[in-house]
């Protein structure tokens, strides 16, 4: 079982920047890949990126590339989700997910956590 707890979201003028965290419990945290999912007010939950569980591997939306980086350390069983160049696109609740394959796949994870709210303004 593996309990996740995001932090790092709020209020952000477009342009700026957050960096988003997700600590996890349980000692086999380097075994899942793990992923980040939004969901915008009226709109379904999407993909925005994901890690393999070795790290070497990422995998990106289309509308965030090149302007968000994910990174995971192992020793802090934690993963990051670095968002530059903020626009008010990206305000939405975001998720972070942990699984045992490597996909853009939402129902592919097994655990997810509740969520930390991004709002950018105009």
């Known amino acids: 079982q593996v309990q996740l707890v995001e932090s790092g979201g709020g209020l952000v003028q477009a342009g700026g920047s957050l960096r988003l965290s997700c600590a996890a419990s349980?000692?086999?945290?380097?075994?899942?890949?793990m992923g980040w999912f939004r969901q915008a007010p009226g709109k379904e939950r999407e993909f925005v990126a994901t890690?393999?569980?070795?790290?070497?591997?990422?995998s990106y939306a289309d509308s965030v590339k090149g302007r968000f980086t994910i990174s995971r350390d192992d020793a802090k069983n934690t993963v990051y989700l670095q968002m530059n160049s903020l626009k008010p696109d990206d305000t939405a609740l975001y998720y972070c997910?942990?699984?045992?394959?490597?996909?853009?796949?939402?129902?592919?994870?097994?655990?997810w956590g509740q969520g930390t709210q991004v709002t950018v303004s105009s």
């Open positions: 349980g000692r086999t945290f380097n075994r899942y890949a």
């Open positions: 997910a942990a699984g045992y394959r490597f996909t853009r796949v939402e129902n592919a994870y097994d655990y």
């Open positions: 890690l393999g569980g070795n790290g070497g591997v990422t």
